[in-house]
């Protein structure tokens, strides 16, 4: 059992992988775990979370945006432009909560993928803005643990509790029940644009040319 677990997690990530890389591709945009800038022109700052969240992963991690974020100090607006598979749910807590204690207004742009891990990041947004053909993915949380039986019904417990934690972000951000973004992760949810919208996932959807062009 455990064994077919461990191939259908890895299948779901691969299968976000290979979607992030070819939203990647489309933009031109290299496999690189962070890009971040600032810019004079209305004191606004741009990052690019363009990879799968955390060191295992080899990606984005929350010691990498700490240093971005420590660049980017003193812009008005945060510009955080996200492609991402997820990854590492304890490095994405971490990036989520330097993303909130930023002192700016953060404008988060879900460009190609926010999955996983990737979309509670995109939580920390004061204003969140989807591309129309980009996707989000949520679910519960995943892991592997090796051990006796108590030691398995006690990881299952602390997944239980990743969840609830999880949960509660989302729950926060889109003002809908708790419970009720619960069954919405027991399912792997994946959504569309409209759906995110609907969701309140997402506040809006862009369209081509109401967002200035950060390249």
């Not at 993915?137 to 239980?160: C, F, K, P, Q, T």
């Amino acid at each position: 059992t455990g064994r077919k677990v461990l191939i259908m997690l890895s299948k779901v990530f691969a299968k976000c992988q290979r979607i992030a890389t070819k939203c990647r591709d489309a933009k031109g945009y290299k496999s690189g775990s962070l890009f971040a800038r600032s810019s004079n022109k209305d004191s606004e700052g741009a990052m690019y979370i363009y990879e799968a969240i955390g060191g295992w992963f080899g990606g984005v991690t929350a010691d990498g945006v700490r240093q971005a974020l420590d660049a980017l100090k003193g812009v008005e607006t945060l510009n955080i432009y996200v492609n991402s598979e997820g990854g590492d749910v304890f490095e994405a807590k971490a990036i989520y909560t330097q993303l909130q204690r930023f002192a700016s207004k953060k404008v988060v742009h879900i460009d190609g993928l926010a999955a996983s891990a990737a979309t509670f990041i995109a939580m920390a947004g004061d204003e969140i803005v989807t591309a129309p053909e980009a996707t989000w993915m949520i679910h519960d949380a995943w892991g592997i643990e090796v051990g006796n039986a108590e030691a398995m019904r006690a990881y299952g417990d602390r997944l239980d509790m990743l969840s609830a934690d999880i949960a509660q972000i989302y729950a926060k951000r889109t003002g809908a029940p708790v419970e009720e973004m619960r069954e919405l992760m027991k399912a792997e949810t994946w959504m569309n644009a409209q759906e995110a919208l609907e969701k309140k996932f997402t506040d809006r959807i862009s369209t081509y040319g109401d967002d200035e062009d950060e390249e």
